[in-house]
């Protein structure tokens, strides 16, 4: 089974910096393009950053030039850089994949659990 596995959430200071990992595990197919949602209390989940496996990225345009997405397709893991943080950044972020688990199986998204990031101001 496809398990997303994230990490590198916490607590910063408004204008610091943290780096979000998301560890695709188990038996995948393959990865088409990768991405971060982010989810704040009260609010619609939004798109925050994505990258097709040909490294094409877009990004929410609150945070470009401030966050960075890449992937790293050896290790099956995407990335969030996040710097000059914001506390209206504060949201839950999840990782997502499309992608498909076996050759025969139809194209499906597979999301993480979540990951807090806190800013404060």
């Known amino acids: 089974q496809v398990q997303l596995v994230e990490s590198g959430g916490g607590l910063v200071q408004a204008g610091g910096s943290l780096r979000l990992s998301c560890v695709v595990s188990?038996?995948?197919?393959?990865?088409?393009?990768m991405g971060w949602y982010r989810q704040a209390p009260g609010k619609q989940r939004e798109l925050v950053a994505g990258i097709t496996s040909g490294g094409r990225t877009n990004y929410l345009d609150s945070v470009k030039g401030r966050f960075t997405i890449s992937r790293d397709n050896a290790k099956n893991t995407v990335y969030l850089q996040m710097n000059s943080l914001k506390p209206e950044d504060t949201a839950v972020y999840y990782c997502?994949?499309?992608?498909?688990?076996?050759?025969?199986?139809?194209?499906?998204?597979?999301w993480g659990q979540g990951t807090q990031v806190t800013v404060s101001s």
């Open positions: 997502n994949v499309e992608g498909k688990a076996r050759m025969v199986t139809p194209t499906n998204d597979y």
């Open positions: 188990g038996s995948i197919f393959r990865i088409n393009a």
